[in-house]
């Protein structure tokens, strides 16, 4: 009896005790830089309250909101999808884009995490390699 007693709340324990781990990089994000480097050359852009985004994660989903502002044009992109993360090797399975032919492509990137900080960088290639003189460095910053 007391070996059944003991065997049930070994269950119990391990059937209560051990809830998986939500993914650390779940939460609502903000763009804060991008730096966009073609050729080693370097192109480095604050965002503020004319640039600027979001980006949200979920258990298995992704979404981004952005705005730009140049001039008097105003530019909002927007999407979202699936997503895989292992490591450093962050893939994108892209469903909803304001721009139609992003919808169905898969996108590799390198992803960082630093306390509440995101750092995303692509175009990577299958190995999840991408090119220091010909990528692009976002910075997002967790806002939830």
């Not at 309250?49 to 909101?65: A, E, I, Q």
Request: charged share 20%; hydrophobic share 35%.
């Amino acid at each position: 009896m007391k070996l059944k007693s003991l065997l049930l709340i070994v269950t119990l324990f391990f059937i209560f005790g051990f809830k998986p781990e939500k993914p650390i990089l779940n939460g609502t994000y903000k763009i804060v830089s991008e730096e966009i480097v073609r050729n080693g050359d370097s192109t480095f852009n604050i965002k503020n309250d004319k640039n600027h985004g979001l980006k949200t994660w979920s258990d298995k989903y992704f979404m981004f909101v952005s705005n730009s502002v140049v001039g008097s044009q105003i530019s909002s992109t927007f999407g979202g999808g699936t997503y895989e993360l292992s490591g450093n090797n962050y893939t994108e399975n892209i469903q909803y884009h304001v721009a139609s032919n992003y919808r169905g492509i898969t996108l590799k990137l390198h992803l960082e995490m630093k306390g509440d900080t995101v750092i995303q960088i692509y175009p990577c290639d299958d190995s999840f390699y991408y090119d220091k003189n010909n990528c692009v460095i976002q910075k997002y910053v967790r806002v939830d």
